[in-house]
């Protein structure tokens, strides 16, 4: 059984800053997928960002150059370092896993940018 717990979520000011954390228990492999995803109410669930345990990065374009994900694979936590935040931000930010093929998600933090 694998566990997320997330932390970092709040409310900032557009333009403001937030760092999300997750980290990983459980049965994990060493090798998988670690993630960020969104959700707005009545909206599907997007990918914000993934990192392999490689490193490899991917983001999804309406974050590039204001958010950074980073993993401390030691400690089985990925981070998500969330820059020149606004208000299309909000959103509700969820943690994802992938490893042997399985899927897993975090409680979810909320982020909320005021204008």
């Known amino acids: 059984q694998v566990q997320l717990v997330e932390s970092g979520g709040g409310l900032v000011q557009a333009g403001g800053s937030l760092r999300l954390s997750c980290a990983a228990s459980?049965?994990?492999?060493?090798?998988?997928?670690m993630g960020w995803y969104r959700q707005v109410a009545e909206k599907q669930r997007e990918l914000v960002a993934v990192?392999?345990?490689?490193?490899?990065?991917n983001y999804v374009d309406s974050v590039k150059g204001r958010f950074t994900i980073s993993r401390d694979n030691a400690k089985n936590t990925v981070y998500l370092q969330m820059n020149s935040l606004k208000p299309e931000d909000t959103a509700v930010y969820y943690c994802?896993?992938?490893?042997?093929?399985?899927?897993?998600w975090g409680q979810g933090t909320q982020v909320t940018v005021s204008s």
């Open positions: 990192i392999t345990t490689g490193g490899s990065t």
């Open positions: 994802n896993l992938i490893t042997l093929g399985r899927q897993y």
């Open positions: 459980g049965s994990i492999f060493s090798i998988n997928h």
